[in-house]
């Protein structure tokens, strides 16, 4: 196997450097001058297949056009915005990042950050540092952290996590999505602005993308005010920098927690001179246990692109999401991890599939997915198992493909959600009164409708027969049965 | 003197109660006092404590029953007090803690003391909480990083270290203990505690001993009364038990801790870091932390926040009004 030439993007991880030195054909971008670095690219071009960015630094339009040979950008990250995600769709090239092993870190930084704006932990240590509290007496009375009203932008695996926390701080959650999560304990703001009028301490967990860019308007900062606590653990481009800066200093919002800057790392000059705001330079999830984890990850999914096995984290595909891992669950999953797509499922018990995300539960599973397809038995337990939660779970952007039968979808919801835009699409091999089909799913631009042909192929159909005489033989000769159920 | 004591309280209406006020009082605690009692402040009097109290003996119709004291060292309610003030029945305390009044005599005497109950347990829970992820993730110290230039210059700054999976050992699980339990669970810590004696439902692991806590934890979190027993309860072999990964949190009583040798240990690298509200003589704290990078240092202000404020003054209300009216305190500390 030919060493996989790797393009290291930045000095990032001293471990991440030395086992892509040591597992592959390590190329270091800063070994050149930045005025030579086109044709240092060209004359290396050849060799790369790969290449390792972070938040920072990562595969932009130009240097994708600039690396003909390259497959896989596998990223020492989970935000993925600096990634020409477009462009790698259209020349067929993968990408990984590394979400779950930073969640709980990034989680942690966020409520510290909020604890440390409103106690004004860093400013109190600066004061005593300065010899203030013999010399002028007690800091500054500050307000409590406990019970206060927190809403979350974004309600993902970093968004979750930082809800938990707060939670044991007897603070009341409420946050804003792309869409409503299966969460009744957290208000759902369809609104940015709404959301901050409506708490204490709003803190930016989202991804970045062309939608959620500058989310934290001059809008939402006024309407957070003078008692409000921004906490950003996001991206920098999550918020107008500027509208902030001057918000800040002139008390028109309360404080800030900032990992993140428009431009690191240069944080805003204004910022460094204020007591309103605790700045820490992009460390969300800079933990000795965390880094070794993300380098990890990124090793692993450059070795599986190498040895053409799955990825580990793919992010260029759909998530798709299986209710029933059996035989017919499992060969979809593989089916669609050869697409890179993320695989979920739920099923009663769960098993221990390294590759697969397990939900607890169908609604989950739909919140979490932009394919959920129905792959588990019909008994009692799994009838109407798609229910309206779960078509609202999986939101005017999901996709239901139904290769089980009928009665596991509620059918009246599903034709309603797909007629009124509820549901983005749907793909149905299987109905609740075959041969019967719904007529208001006859005009829709957003189905596929097939009549139960899921086995219909030659091939299998003669396969089955072979297997329905077998059995029938076997019972009138007394011998085992193929295939027994009961 | 009697004319400096007359000029600090306020004049008599009705039948109104006197107390005396023993501390430094905020403008909103002075009103609400003042609307309610006639009160003798004894910052205000400008007279030596002694004196002070002498001269309070002789107020007419009646003498203060009730005393509102601070903690924090600066008067201590102790025999030589309750001697010099024998009119005094009930002290209503503000603090957190209670090392500065003599609960032995108290009783002996029949003196009722109220305490600040669980008033202060949500912030001092949330500042050790706070000070905690601030320690292990460099929080103050990235932020003087940043203020000072060294992102851009200096490139990322050094990693930290994760809390989820900590073994977190709690000295003393009382109402703030727990409370920070609660927290820290949330984290991912693991929980565990030393106190006297193990607590009934709770499923912590617990420790007899100091050494096996510390040695068993990467974060030692003081949360105990200070009395002769806790004096020091993290002394050296504790720290060099804690060992060159672990950290410390101090929101308790400087004195739980021995500072010159935790000094040393964060000196020579015996321990990893330390978050520290509170030292042994306040407000001097010793100036070999301030070069330290791997210290947090906030000024004894873990319950400080507009909050617990107005919630203590609620309480001390509440207490004086039991008292006075013959009920039972709302947050007796004596009798038990």
């Known amino acids: ?470 059995n029938l033989e076997a019972h009138v000769l007394k011998k085992p049965l193929l295939t027994p159920v009961v | 003197m009697a004319s400096a004591i007359a000029a600090a309280t306020a004049p008599p209406t009705g039948a109104q109660h006197s107390v005396l006020l023993l501390r430094r009082a905020n403008d909103y605690l002075a009103a609400t006092l003042r609307a309610r009692y006639r009160v003798l402040s004894f910052y205000d009097s400008g007279a030596p404590l002694p004196a002070f109290l002498a001269a309070s003996a002789a107020l007419e119709p009646e003498p203060p029953r009730a005393a509102l004291v601070v903690g924090g060292g600066a008067i201590r309610l102790d025999t030589a007090f309750l001697d010099a003030a024998p009119y005094l029945r009930c002290v209503v305390t503000t603090a957190a803690g209670l090392d500065h009044v003599d609960l032995a005599e108290c009783a002996r005497r029949g003196v009722l003391v109220a305490g600040a109950g669980e008033v202060f347990s949500t912030d001092v829970a949330d500042h050790a909480v706070g000070l905690l992820i601030d320690v292990l993730r460099n929080v103050s110290a990235a932020d003087r990083y940043v203020r000072r230039g060294l992102w851009p210059v200096q490139g990322d700054y050094p990693l930290g270290s994760k809390l989820a999976g900590k073994r977190v050992g709690i000295i003393g699980l009382g109402s703030i203990g727990s409370s920070i339990a609660k927290r820290l669970k949330a984290f991912g810590c693991v929980i565990q505690y030393h106190s006297r004696r193990p607590k009934d439902g709770v499923s912590f692991g617990y420790f007899h001993d100091m050494i096996s806590l510390a040695t068993e934890s990467d974060a030692l979190i003081v949360v105990c009364a200070l009395n002769d027993q806790t004096r020091h309860i993290v002394n050296k072999e504790v720290l060099g038990a804690l060992g060159k990964d672990g950290v410390v949190v101090n929101i308790a009583r400087g004195g739980n801790i021995d500072e010159a040798e935790l000094i040393s240990a964060l000196r020579e690298g015996k321990i990893a870091g330390a978050g520290l509200d509170v030292f042994e003589k306040e407000p001097v704290v010793p100036a070999e932390f301030f070069s330290m990078d791997n210290v947090v240092l906030t000024a004894h202000e873990a319950v400080f926040t507009t909050e617990s404020g107005s919630d203590l003054c609620d309480l001390m209300i509440g207490n004086l009004e039991a008292f006075f009216d013959g009920r039972a305190l709302l947050t007796p500390v004596l009798p038990k």
């Open chain 1, 1 to 470: 196997m030919e060493s996989l030439g790797v393009l290291l993007l930045h000095p990032m991880n001293a471990y991440l450097e030395q086992e892509l030195d040591r597992r592959f054909r390590l190329i270091r971008l800063w070994d050149s001058p930045p005025d030579a670095r086109a044709d240092f690219l060209r004359s290396n071009a050849a060799a790369i297949r790969a290449v390792v960015g972070n938040a920072g630094y990562n595969a932009d339009s130009a240097l994708i056009d600039a690396l003909p040979a390259l497959e896989i950008v596998a990223s020492f990250s989970v935000g993925i915005d600096r990634v020409d995600l477009a462009k790698c769709r259209e020349r067929g090239i993968r990408v990984t990042n590394t979400p779950d092993v930073l969640t709980d870190d990034v989680a942690d930084l966020a409520v510290g950050l909020a604890i440390a704006a409103l106690r004004k932990i860093p400013q109190a240590d600066r004061y005593v540092r300065a010899g203030l509290w013999k010399a002028k007496g007690d800091y500054t009375l500050t307000t409590r952290f406990s019970g206060k009203r927190v809403a979350i932008l974004g309600l993902g695996r970093i968004g979750l996590a930082v809800a938990k926390r707060a939670e044991a701080f007897d603070c009341s959650i409420s946050y804003h999505s792309r869409s409503q999560k299966p969460f009744p304990n957290y208000r759902f703001f369809t609104n940015v602005v709404d959301l901050a009028a409506n708490c204490d301490v709003l803190i930016v967990a989202c991804s970045l993308n062309a939608e959620t860019h500058h989310i934290v308007s001059r809008e939402v900062i006024h309407a957070l005010g003078p008692e409000g606590v921004l906490i950003n653990i996001g991206r920098g481009a999550h918020v107008d920098e500027p509208e902030l800066v001057s918000a800040l200093f002139e008390k028109r919002l309360g404080a800030a927690g900032l990992d993140v800057f428009e431009h690191e790392p240069f944080p805003p000059e204004q910022l460094i001179g204020l007591d309103n705001v605790v700045l820490v330079p992009h460390v969300g999830s800079d933990t000795e246990e965390t880094c070794k984890a993300m380098a990890d990850l990124v090793l692993q999914n450059l070795e599986a692109h190498a040895l053409n096995k799955p990825l580990l984290t793919p992010f260029s595909g759909k998530r798709v999401g299986i209710i029933g891992l059996g035989r017919i669950g499992l060969a979809i999953a593989t089916r669609v991890e050869a697409f890179d797509c993320p695989v979920n499922y739920y099923q009663r018990t769960k098993k221990e599939y390294p590759n697969y995300t397990y939900y607890p539960s169908v609604v989950e599973l739909a919140a979490n997915s932009d394919v959920l397809v129905v792959a588990c038995p019909l008994n009692e337990q799994t009838r109407h198992i798609v229910n309206r939660e779960v078509i609202d779970a999986l939101g005017p952007k999901g996709v239901l493909i139904n290769i089980g039968r009928g009665p596991h979808v509620d059918e009246p919801e599903l034709v309603s959600a797909l007629v009124e835009g509820r549901l983005g699409g749907a793909g149905l091999d299987v109905f609740e009164d075959e041969p019967n089909v719904p007529e208001a799913l006859f005009t829709l631009d957003n189905v596929v409708l097939v009549p139960h042909v899921g086995s219909g192929t030659h091939e299998t159909r003669q396969a089955m027969a072979d297997l329905v005489l077998g």
